[in-house]
T-cell receptor, first 114, second 115 residues
């Protein structure tokens, strides 16, 4: 059972445009929602994260919007640049003492055209 | 550079063989996580260790096992390898904290190819 659904699978945006990637989750016990960026041949790198008590978090050109009632969250990349071309993964996790695991979405391959 | 190191970078082996992947977490991080990334299954959590003890288990096959040593490095052992085990294997570590490892930092991965 896929607990985190991510869309779209791929996205092409012009330089300077806004990239939007959406995720939906099922488990209401999730309490931490990170986004990871992965370049070919590299490991995922933590980009930005949010907790469900906040509706929006912004770091530079990256913004997470969180809708707890709809169980959805999204990543907005403003002023997208060719260097942003990568695969983006949303994730969710819940804590059980010192145990915590990330459940990932299926990924979105972003291409920003120059 | 996340500070998490993994060796080897690439590993090519045959079906039925056994391999060991190694991970050194960031300095001071007590938790180590192992993830598998494949084209058909995406990124999947395998197992977590915290200060030497197993803490969480995901979709890890019985042929796979892991351990975390007193110096906090971890090893993932894969045995009786099958073609379908070909994948990228990532290790991640997280800082100590009472709420568990929210921020997980990933290593560069080990690409395993089973022929």
């Amino acid at each position: 059972q896929q607990q985190v659904k991510q869309s779209p699978q791929s996205l092409i945006v012009q330089k300077g445009g806004i990239s939007i990637i959406n995720c939906a989750y099922e488990n209401t016990a999730f309490d931490y929602f990170p986004w990871y960026q992965q370049f070919p041949g590299k490991g995922p790198a933590l980009l930005i994260a949010i907790r469900p008590d906040v509706s929006e978090k912004k770091e530079g050109r990256f913004t997470i919007s969180f809708n707890k009632s709809a169980k959805q969250f999204s990543l907005h990349i403003m002023d997208s640049q060719p260097g942003d071309s990568a695969t983006y993964f949303c994730a969710a996790s819940k804590s059980s003492g010192s145990a915590r695991q990330l459940t990932f979405g299926s990924g979105t391959q972003l291409t920003v055209l120059p | 550079d996340s500070g998490v190191t993994q060796t080897p970078k690439h590993l090519i082996t045959a079906t039925g063989q056994r391999v060991t992947l190694r991970c050194s977490p960031r300095s001071g991080d007590l938790s180590v996580y192992w993830y598998q990334q494949s084209l058909d299954q995406g990124l999947q959590f395998l197992i977590q260790y915290y200060n030497g003890e197993e803490r969480a288990k995901g979709n890890i096959l019985e042929r796979f096992s892991a351990q975390q040593f007193p110096d906090l490095h971890s090893e993932l052992n894969l045995s009786s390898l099958e073609l379908g085990d070909s994948a990228l294997y990532f290790c991640a570590s997280s800082p100590r904290g009472t709420s568990g490892g929210t921020e997980q930092f990933f290593g560069p991965g080990t690409r395993l190819t089973v022929l």
